[in-house]
């Protein structure tokens, strides 16, 4: 039980935390996703504007002349136009077209639009429109535009701002596009953008910024699989300190249980043994039966919180042999079937043959027993009762079915395997019990590393207890 403790504590953290780091990285890849797509849309809305070029957004732009003050900008470096240049309609300065010294707009705000553009002539810099209108932004976009037909279709393209993609692929990019009836999406790396009037498809190169996405994430899970396997190699290493308190308390109750019981033996035989004295010199009254009858009860009671104990010991030495499986399921049940055409019950068994497994013959034996006598004691008169034995390849399935005087529901078949449980249906009847047996049967299978379980069927007036042997341990 310690180890399955400790097994489930380490799954249990291991699962948080991989839960927690799924959330982090996953929001943070969102994140930087939809940070990488609206700067391209923000970049196609531009091209949008331009008509195709960042002229009104960043005049220098490649392709697009020189803003006045730059190199190789007309009027060099007192940015005017030069002779017989015209500036732009609405440019500060009139026909000189000039910045004054400091960078600024002599009269306000310059053209809509227009990098710089301040009111008050404040000065132009370039980081107040950092990833928005960045001045590098038009050297490193590579973009494309296809135009659409009426019906649709692409008609043409323009490939010169992009080296990597022919204008036979644009125009495929481009009916791809148009086909998907989305105003923005992805066609593979390209990014597009339909113009408002329905007539371009603008395709913006995010290949550089993709792949930057998937190194960070990348690098990111690897990051994070690193940081598990270390928590993993820190809890294996940590949990036997962590559970050693509730190891230490479970040990001792096992031993004072173990102990109470070999304690409690020699004075019930004694009381026993005082009983039947009693009834040889003074005879038999109501008295001494009801000694004789309670110290049986506390025997028993004994006996079962010793087994039980026993067989929740991990390390406990087991005779571990190969037995026939259908074999012992005809001979658990054919004692039954006299107990069953008394109490006018019926037994069925259905059991297949051949099914042989390796384990502790005597608790296997002990499983089917306790099933059994379960089914008979808690099913009504004229109830049914099947045992059902089948083979699953490597495992083998036992089912021991009864009908019951009252509905069982779900919850009770929860707690079923809980130490002195017992439902109403099961205080009810007649054979009373401590409420250990399935509890025993329970270790006995967690023993044999397998599984046990109870649900209603037949709308909840039967009870199927189904367990789950593996061939070989």
Same mark, same amino acid.
Request: net charge negative; glycine share 12%; aromatic share 6%.
């Given at each position: ?31 930087? #996703? ?10 196609? @809305? ?77 000065? #132009? ?21 296809? &135009? ?18 022919? @204008? ?9 596009? &148009? ?10 790396? #390209? ?29 990111? /899970? ?56 009693? @009834?040889?010199? /003074? ?67 259905? /059991? ?10 005597? &608790? ?87 599984? /046990? ?21």
């Amino acid at each position: 039980m310690i180890n399955r403790l400790r097994r489930n504590f380490v799954l249990v953290a291991m699962l948080s935390l991989l839960l927690v780091l799924a959330v982090i990285l996953g929001t943070s890849g969102l994140v930087n #996703y939809l940070s990488l797509t609206r700067r391209a849309d923000q970049t196609l @809305e531009m091209l949008e504007n331009g008509e195709g070029g960042f002229g009104q957004m960043f005049p220098g732009g490649p392709g697009q002349g020189a803003y006045p003050g730059s190199p190789g900008a007309p009027g060099g470096s007192q940015g005017t136009f030069g002779e017989g240049s015209e500036p732009p309609e609405g440019f500060p300065g009139g026909s000189q077209g000039f910045y004054e010294d400091d960078g600024s707009f002599p009269d306000g705000p310059g053209p809509e639009g227009f990098p710089g553009s301040r009111p008050g002539g404040e000065q #132009y810099r370039s980081d107040d429109l950092a990833g928005r209108m960045n001045a590098e932004l038009p050297y490193r976009s590579r973009y494309f535009s296809v &135009a659409l037909a009426s019906d649709g279709t692409a008609s043409s393209a323009d490939t010169d701002r992009i080296a990597a993609v022919t @204008e036979a692929e644009a125009l495929e990019l481009g009916e791809k596009a &148009a086909a998907t009836g989305r105003r923005k999406g992805f066609e593979g790396v #390209y990014r597009f953008r339909l113009s408002a009037d329905g007539a371009t498809l603008w395709f913006l190169d995010c290949s550089s910024e993709l792949s930057s996405f998937r190194g960070d994430l990348r690098n990111g /899970i690897l990051i994070a699989l690193g940081g598990l396997a270390a928590v993993l190699i820190l809890l294996i290493l940590l949990s036997g300190r962590i559970v050693r308190p509730l190891a230490e308390s479970y040990e001792k109750q096992k031993r004072f249980i173990t102990n109470a019981g070999h304690e409690l033996k020699t004075p019930l035989a004694i009381i026993n043994a005082d009983t039947e004295v009693l @009834e040889l010199d /003074i005879g038999g009254n109501e008295f001494l039966t009801d000694i004789r009858r309670q110290t049986g009860k506390l025997s028993a009671l004994t006996a079962d919180l010793i087994t039980l104990s026993r067989m929740e010991e991990e390390n406990r030495p087991r005779i571990l042999t190969v037995f026939s499986l259908s074999r012992m399921a005809e001979e658990a049940s054919d004692p039954y079937r006299a107990a069953a055409m008394s109490a006018g019950k019926t037994l069925k068994k259905e /059991i297949a043959e051949g099914v042989d497994m390796q384990g502790d013959e005597a &608790a296997v034996a002990q499983i089917f027993g306790i099933l059994l006598d379960n089914a008979f004691k808690y099913s009504p008169e004229n109830g049914t009762v099947t045992v059902r034995l089948e083979d699953q390849g490597r495992s083998a399935l036992i089912t021991v079915e009864n009908d019951t005087a009252e509905p069982v529901t779900r919850e009770e078949c929860d707690r079923m395997f809980e130490r002195f449980y017992r439902g109403d249906a099961a205080r009810s009847a007649s054979g009373g019990g401590f409420g250990l047996g399935l509890a025993i049967a329970s270790a006995a299978v967690s023993a044999h590393k397998g599984k /046990i379980g109870a649900e209603p069927v037949k709308d909840g007036r039967a009870l199927a207890v189904r367990v789950v042997l593996p061939k070989n341990l």
